[in-house]
């Protein structure tokens, strides 16, 4: 996230982080022999697409916002592991592969465009004056959110679904309710930054075709990245990936496939809606979220980020000072330093019986003849 | 040709000249230096391609008597586990004196101490009678305790008091030990002897057995150092100049380990069995303890000394694990940490030369500054992490593999400790290399042709070792499969003496030896 944006884009859409996904799914025998471990997987999943929805939905910084929707998406992901749907979890790796780096690229461009700005707050009706960008950032915003055809649609809605059609109701409507939030702050973003008038005096500049060639192809693949998995169990993907995953668990019931479609188009696209309203019709943003009132901890990442810091300060650095200085120092050298002391105050006692005086001496050897006398005397 | 005589007694050539010539220019003492230490690695070369790779037994012997009425022989050979510390002695060697180059009182001596320094280190992994070995050992203290008592830093005589009474402390004992191992020798074929191979048929009783370990091991412990009798390191680290602290760390330490595995485990297998579940507790300890004391620590020098017991606990660890993997990682480790270790001390001199200081806090954003030495110290630094591709990961992989086989909480463990490495690296590497260059360090120039010569060859075997592994491992294989073998399955000679393990260790014994050796694993 602190990273230039083409590393942003390639840790945070591409590899690095997606590299847990694919382990769990790679090795999926050994989560399916534990028998408990994908439960774990899903019940975490779920708790993080929450998590990082919540929290991007308070960020300012544009960056921040990206960096949490991945968190959030990758609990999809999970999810998905967790429901042993193999193929959508894939599937959606690589929607969201192209989407995010879309996303974290064109955020570069506004960064570049606006001398290094990142706070939402100070931009505005940036399209004017970065109208290509603008494009681009839209389609991977719509794509996030999951609006109909896009690539994110499919793959978000493969997970969701399949969590009804299993009959796990309860995650079904999280994983609904998540879905509308990432269709909330993906809106925020796209209407904070381009759309509505400018808030500050920055003036921003189109990036050069060379920034925004590579775009348009990210671009095309998260408008039709979808393609790869039309369907839940035989798209192109899922069909590709079965001689591994193995075929999928049976649907058990739940809502009929069209419904479910209609109620996560509807979704998303009502999100992106009600962000167009709150933050695209010139309606006081800072009001909403002074009467909510849930903006800091929202900001804060609910404090995760504090908590490990503060562990980390207090916890870590505290045992290893008391490690390093009281052990290590004082225990354990300084046992080390007493063996030496003793030996040298035990010397200096046999010191003092060399006093260097005649006097001494002569006292010391007629005390020991008298001492010799008296003992033969007494012996015979 | 005798190769190992020749190498051992080659460095004490320079001496006689370094000493008689009392009005020698510095530059004349630097030149011989680095002379004789260049011509005994050249001259060890000759003892790498004489060695056969597949035989697990001592090569190039030479045995000639010496004392007569004490029984003391010079015999000398070499094996699987010392043919690499003896290269590495000779390697790093010139690169300690030309590390020394800007030492200016008494080069001459300082120049002789190192010779001689080099002498008793190459006759202690050489010396197969315990005898030779004890004095070899000995002869070490003394050049170190000049190198640090006479140029080192402020608080120089306290470190060198203090590593020379600490290890002389361990010295008595194993002086002791030998004795009483040559006063049990007479019923032996051959007589009264101090000879490691003649004295591993001796028989001893359990308790004798498990005392004389003792007194090995601690005096062993001392020098590896292992958990707690390491507070002597960071202050001999600190205090010591560059050179000192590469030898230090380089080699010093490793005659500890060697002497575990070459006495300890060869002399007394059924005491080793007995007390090596106490002494990976003590590796495991000295991993993880020396591990966090490293992260709060403000020296560099004195994080580095502590990164030295945490690789130690490794060695140890690996050693005592019993199985090939561990046996041998726990050697390959001692190489690796001897050439990271020292890559990284050398570094630390040179950023000290410039900055002349040793404090993380003042330091900060010199890579912008120097960024050849920055970058370099970053590979030495990745190195000692045990990023895969670079020599370490092999190692540490091994010993926590080794480790896994016979003691799973051991490996759980020791691998946590590997985290932490990176931790306290990586971030010392941040503290003093990125950032914002403090005022006063802004105009210090990169490194000079000096420095890339001694850090060249360093970093380039940290590559080959990471890549090519075999190249070490298929010569250390056969002995340590040797030595875990001989522990793992006691020779019938005394099968009296082992009641406790003879049950246990028989269901090892195939495995060990099916297991045939490490070198098919490579990154």
């Known amino acids: 996230m602190e990273g230039p944006s083409p590393v942003s884009a390639l840790i945070h859409a591409a590899t690095m982080v997606t590299a847990g996904v694919y382990l769990v799914v790679r090795a999926h025998l050994l989560f399916e022999i534990s028998g408990v471990a994908l439960t774990v997987v899903l019940v975490v999943g779920l708790v993080t697409l929450l998590y990082g929805a919540l929290a991007a939905l308070g960020q300012d910084d544009l960056k921040r916002v990206l960096a949490y929707s991945t968190i959030s998406q990758l609990g999809y992901m999970f999810v998905a592991a967790g429901m042993r749907l193999y193929g959508a979890a894939i599937l959606m790796l690589v929607a969201h592969a192209f989407y995010k780096a879309l996303l974290f690229l064109t955020a570069g461009n506004v960064m570049h465009g606006l001398d290094g700005e990142l706070d939402m707050k100070k931009m505005g009706g940036v399209r004017r004056s970065m109208p290509i960008t603008a494009v681009l950032f839209t389609i991977g915003a719509l794509a996030l959110a999951g609006v109909p055809p896009l690539a994110g649609f499919f793959a978000k809605d493969h997970i969701v679904n399949f969590a009804d059609q299993t009959g796990r109701t309860a995650v079904y409507l999280l994983a609904l309710a998540g879905a509308f939030i990432s269709a909330l702050y993906a809106g925020r973003a796209a209407f904070l930054v381009f759309f509505g008038t400018p808030r500050s005096d920055l003036r921003g500049h189109e990036a050069p075709p060379i920034m925004n060639t590579p775009l348009a192809v990210l671009a095309f693949g998260a408008a039709t990245g979808g393609l790869l998995g039309l369907s839940t169990e035989n798209g192109t993907l899922q069909e590709f990936l079965e001689p591994v995953t193995g075929p999928l668990a049976h649907i058990t019931g739940g809502l009929s496939e069209p419904v479910l479609i209609s109620i996560a188009a509807v979704v998303a696209i009502a999100g992106v809606v009600l962000a167009g309203y709150v933050w695209g019709t010139g309606y006081d943003w800072m009001v909403l979220r002074q009467r909510l009132g849930v903006q800091p901890a929202m900001e804060a990442g609910f404090g995760i980020d504090a908590l490990f810091g503060a562990v980390n300060e207090i916890a870590g650095k505290g045992a290893a000072r008391f490690l390093a200085f009281t052990v290590d120092r004082r225990w354990i050298d300084g046992v080390v330093n007493g063996v030496g002391a003793g030996a040298r105050s035990l010397a200096g006692l046999g010191r003092r019986i060399q006093t260097g005086f005649v006097r001494t001496y002569a006292l010391a050897l007629f005390m020991g003849a008298a001492g010799i006398l008296l003992y033969l005397g007494w012996r015979f | ?523």
């Open chain 2, 1 to 523: 040709m005798r190769w190992l005589s020749l190498t051992i007694f080659l460095p004490l050539v320079g001496v006689p000249f370094l000493l008689a010539a009392r009005d020698l220019p510095d530059r004349w003492s630097r030149g011989i230096g680095l002379l004789v230490t260049v011509a005994a690695f050249l001259v060890s070369l000759g003892i790498l391609a004489n060695f056969h790779a597949g035989d697990p037994g001592y090569q190039l012997t030479e045995s000639v008597t010496w004392v007569k009425a004490l029984h003391l022989r010079y015999s000398v050979g070499v094996d699987g586990i010392s043919l690499f510390m003896v290269l590495l002695t000779t390697f790093l060697m010139p690169l300690a004196v030309l590390a020394s180059w800007k030492v200016d009182s008494n080069v001459r001596l300082f120049m002789a101490s190192m010779l001689v320094l080099e002498t008793a280190m190459l006759g202690s992994f050489l010396s197969l009678d315990l005898l030779l070995f004890f004095l070899f050992f000995e002869a070490i203290l003394f050049p170190m305790y000049l190198i640090i008592g006479a140029w080192g830093g402020e608080r120089r005589i306290y470190a060198a008091v203090k590593f020379f009474l600490y290890t002389m402390a361990g010295s008595a004992l194993l002086l002791v030990a030998i004795l009483f191992l040559f006063s049990r020798s007479g019923s032996l074929p051959g007589g009264p002897t101090f000879d490691v191979r003649s004295l591993a048929h001796l028989e001893l009783s359990t308790t004798a057995g498990r005392w004389l370990f003792l007194a090995f091991f601690v005096a062993f412990a001392v020098k590896v150092p292992v958990f707690p009798l390491h507070t002597w390191l960071p202050d001999a680290h600190t205090e010591a100049p560059t050179a000192g602290s590469v030898l230090l760390a380089g080699v010093l330490l490793k005659v500890g380990a060697y002497g575990l595995i070459r006495f300890n485990l060869s002399l007394f297998p059924e005491a080793s069995h007995y007390f090596a579940d106490l002494i990976s507790i003590l590796a495991v300890i000295g991993i993880i303890y020396g591990s966090v004391v490293a992260l709060i620590q403000s020296d560099i020098k004195r994080l580095v000394a502590y990164s030295s017991v945490a690789h130690l606990g490794f060695v140890v660890l690996g050693i005592f694990a019993f199985t090939l993997q561990g046996t041998s990682g726990g050697v390959l480790q001692m190489i690796n940490h001897g050439l990271s270790t020292a890559g990284l001390f050398l570094i630390v001199g040179m950023v000290y030369e410039r900055t002349h200081t040793r404090e993380l806090g003042e330091l900060g954003g010199l890579a912008k500054v120097m960024p050849w030495l920055a970058g370099c110290f970053l590979v030495v630094v990745l190195a000692s992490i045990g990023l895969p591709g670079l020599n370490n990961f092999v190692g540490e992989f091994l010993v926590v593999l080794g480790t896994m086989i016979s003691n799973v909480g051991f490996g759980v463990l020791a691998a946590s400790g590997i985290v932490l490495g990176a931790i306290y690296l990586l971030w010392s590497y941040q503290r003093a290399m990125l950032g914002e260059v403090p005022e006063e360090h802004s105009g210090h120039g990169d490194l000079s042709v000096r420095e890339v010569a001694i850090l060249a060859p360093v970093i380039a075997l940290l590559v080959v070792f990471g890549l090519r592994p075999n190249l070490l491992l298929e010569r250390i294989d056969p002995t340590t499969n040797a030595v875990v073998h001989r522990i793992e399955c006691p020779p019938p000679a005394v099968p009296s003496a082992l009641p406790s393990v003879s049950t246990g260790s028989a269901e090892g014994c195939p495995e060990v030896a099916a297991a045939g050796s490490t070198a098919g694993v490579s990154p």
